[in-house]
């Protein structure tokens, strides 16, 4: 089948994905619905006159070729929704995407699928959730899927990462920009070990409107939606709820009642949305998964990427005690300015976390 079919098929005006699924029920291919009479297409529910004219026009087939070059020149794959490849999980969800756009290496149909979903304002607690979660999920042989945002989402991803785990982030964009740009480098490994998914073809941007959008692909691919952390409001509960809506479990980490970042989680699980971990140990539990065999295996060192020599003073400094950022720019002879650029770097290295009261610790 033509893939260019397939690409324009997600790019025709005023179709949405359960029109697209109409469409593809009545004429079966995509070919068959641009070669379609503009009456034989307005007998499909949800398509009139004008949008049976945008079918029969020439613009989605044009954004279409142009999309091809991108993901000829990027080795994009494209998961159409009658692919084999496509991701059943989501497939079953009522408004899941036409199609996907991926690079990357994991199955997105793993037989063991966890989102983890949190604030974009993660505290030391949240952070350590997350190495807790990747430590124990490890040999359980899963795929960790995220947003790959500040805070929780690339926390998530960096742990996995640092436990050998497969890890796939959903863009709320396409596949030729990264947001926000800082996490470019985590990216950048995630390709080896995981991959990035995306239902925005090239040149789009991370416009507001297409967070939510991400959010339930990040609930529809997975068996379980873990928060982590999470305010009253936000990406992290709009996620946990389409994940009940998906009938998809949920568990939240509970936190106390005075921490602004736990309200959105003990408000999950006080309303029965969410189940309550107090360890990640409790998950395995929860699912019913059979308690791996340990293997031997010897894990190698990577060599952190990218360390100039004002990082490498850093991680020199905190290796005898956590420091202030004020402590560690008047020893480095720096403005704090300059110095948080380094020590967001060694963050998303996950060589070092941040400590309340914009304190430092090595890991």
Same mark, same amino acid.
């Given at each position: 089948?033509?893939l260019i ?7 025709? @005006? ?18 068959a619905?641009?070669k ?17 004219? !945008? ?11 142009? @999309? ?7 080795q994009? @794959? ?7 490849n496509y991701p059943?999980?989501l497939?079953?969800?009522e408004?899941?995407p036409i ?11 793993h ?8 604030t ?25 899927v ?5 805070? =929780?989402?690339v926390n ?8 050998? =785990? +497969? ?31 995306t ?37 992290a509960?709009?996620? +946990?709820?389409l994940?009940?809506?998906? !009938? ?5 980490f ?21 189940g309550? =971990?107090? !360890?990640a /140990? ?5 699912l ?25 003073k850093?991680?020199?400094?905190? /290796? ?18 300059k110095?948080?650029?380094h020590?967001?770097n ?5 060589l ?12």
């Amino acid at each position: 089948m033509n893939l260019i079919y397939k690409v324009a098929l997600s790019m025709i @005006q005023n179709v949405g994905h359960i029109t697209a699924k109409h469409l593809l029920t009545h004429f079966i291919t995509p070919e068959a619905i641009f070669k379609a009479s503009k009456a034989a297409l307005m007998q499909v529910p949800g398509v009139g006159a004008i949008t049976a004219q !945008h079918i029969l026009g020439k613009e989605a087939l044009l954004k279409a070729k142009e @999309q091809l070059k991108f993901i000829e020149r990027y080795q994009v @794959q494209v998961l159409f929704y009658t692919d084999d490849n496509y991701p059943y999980r989501l497939k079953n969800c009522e408004d899941a995407p036409i199609l996907l756009y991926y690079r990357g290496t994991a199955d997105l149909n793993h037989p063991r699928i966890i989102s983890i979903v949190g604030t974009r304002m993660a505290t030391s607690y949240g952070k350590q959730l997350c190495k807790q979660l990747a430590e124990v999920l490890a040999p359980y042989e899963v795929l960790i899927v995220s947003g790959l945002a500040y805070g =929780i989402d690339v926390n998530a991803h960096q742990e996995s990462l640092n436990q050998g =785990i +497969a890890t796939v982030g959903v863009l709320a964009h396409g596949l030729d920009r990264m947001y926000p740009q800082v996490h470019g480098p985590i990216a950048k490994k995630m390709l080896l070990n995981g991959g990035l998914l995306t239902e925005f073809p090239s040149l789009t941007n991370p416009d507001k409107e297409n967070f939510p959008k991400r959010n339930r692909i990040i609930a529809g691919i997975s068996d379980v939606t873990i928060v982590v952390e999470a305010a009253s409001k936000g990406g992290a509960l709009i996620t +946990a709820d389409l994940a009940n809506s998906y !009938h998809r479990d949920v568990y939240a980490f509970p936190g106390r009642t005075t921490d602004l970042y736990s309200e959105g989680c003990n408000f999950l699980i006080k309303t029965n949305r969410a189940g309550l =971990i107090s !360890h990640a /140990k409790d998950l395995p539990y929860f699912l019913g998964w059979e308690e791996p065999v340990k293997k031997s295996v010897a894990i190698l060192e990577e060599e952190p990427l990218a360390l100039d020599a004002v990082e490498l003073k850093i991680l020199k400094l905190l /290796k005898v005690s956590d420091l202030e950022i004020d402590e560690l720019a008047r020893k480095l002879e720096l403005p704090p300015g300059k110095l948080s650029l380094h020590l967001l770097n060694l963050e998303i290295e996950g060589l070092l976390i941040s400590l309340p009261g914009k304190r430092y610790q090595r890991c």
